[in-house]
C-alpha cells in the first residue's frame, strides 16, 4: 500500500498547546476524531481534512 493522507492537525488550541487527537471512531457514517479537550471533528476521509462539529460550543 501507499500513504494516501494524514489526518490534519487539529485546529484547536493555541499555539504552544498539544495538537493531538485523542480517539477515533465512526458514527453514522462519518469518521469522528476528538481532542484532549472534549471536542469533535468529522474528518474527510478523501483528503484528512477536518470540520469542528461543535463549533463555539464548549465540551463541558
Known amino acids: 500500500g501507499s500513504l494516501v493522507w494524514i489526518i490534519q ?3 484547536a488550541g493555541g499555539a504552544t498547546e498539544d495538537k493531538a487527537y ?3 471512531h ?3 457514517g462519518q469518521l469522528i ?3 484532549w ?3 469533535d471533528f468529522i474528518v474527510n476521509i478523501k ?3 477536518v470540520i ?3 463549533k463555539g460550543r464548549r465540551p463541558w
Open 9 to 11: 492537525e487539529c485546529p
Open 22 to 24: 485523542m480517539d477515533m
Open 26 to 28: 465512526v458514527e453514522d
Open 33 to 35: 476524531a476528538g481532542n
Open 37 to 39: 479537550v472534549g471536542l
Open 47 to 49: 483528503n484528512g481534512d
Open 52 to 54: 469542528p462539529i461543535n
